[in-house]
């Protein structure tokens, strides 16, 4: 079985710039996450998906922050404009049946100068 | 809000001693999920607690979830330097992951 992937793995760009995450989850899981992992931190969840419909996206932040799913599949993460503290890695995860837990990406590390 | 610690924060033990972290909420958990990180590396699954009162054994690794459902801890046995990594719990009711444990195994 694939596992999630993501691209790009690392991403330098400078504030005020726009940067674009992909995740391709694995084949047939409906539930696909986002989530932000500032370094010695937790993973702390942006947005979850369903299918393509959105569950929660209480802690994405609105004002710079989007993302989509489309045909339930792919999913990008947009950021527009950068902040400094936007430095993280992006991590995407997907499910199907909760007791095999989610699987996650590789992550995309990136970085705001 | 829900309210998750997981301590000890950080763990060095030798290798070969047992380990433990804990997750503690302020409420009832619907189904907890435990997960490990290498350094470098990204969460991976390791193990679903559902029901009360629940012991899952993996190998070295026992899980328990609490009578109260409202706790849970992890304990791996005679630890090995292949445990190195941060452990998180994961809330199922709000998708939510604990502050970790870090744990360093000396040879």
């Known amino acids: 079985e694939a596992g999630v992937a993501q691209s790009p793995r690392y991403k330098i760009i400078e504030k005020r710039q726009s940067v674009a995450f992909w995740c391709n989850p694995i084949s047939g899981h409906a539930t696909l996450y986002w989530y932000q992992q500032i370094l010695g931190q937790g993973p702390k969840l942006l947005i979850q998906f369903q299918n393509n419909g959105v569950v929660d996206d209480s802690q994405l932040p609105k004002d710079r922050f989007s993302a989509e799913r489309l045909k339930g599949v792919d999913s990008t993460l947009k950021i527009q404009p950068a902040k400094l503290e936007d430095s993280a890695v992006y991590l995407c995860a997907s499910g199907g049946p909760t007791l095999y837990g989610y699987t996650f990406g590789s992550g995309t590390r990136l970085t705001v100068v | 809000g829900q309210q998750v610690m997981q301590i000890p924060q950080y763990q060095h033990v030798q290798e070969g001693e047992d380990f433990t972290t804990y997750c503690n909420s302020s409420?009832?958990?619907?189904?907890i999920q435990w997960y490990k990180q290498r350094p470098g590396g990204h969460p991976v699954f390791l193990i679903q607690l559902v029901k009360s009162g629940e012991v899952k054994k993996q190998k070295r690794l026992t899980f328990q979830f609490g009578e109260a459902k409202k706790n849970s801890s992890l304990h791996i046995t005679a630890t090995q330097t292949t445990d190195v990594g941060t452990y998180f719990c994961w809330i199922g009711n709000q998708f939510y992951f604990g502050t970790g444990t870090s744990l360093t195994v000396i040879p």
């Open positions: 409420t009832t958990l619907s189904n």
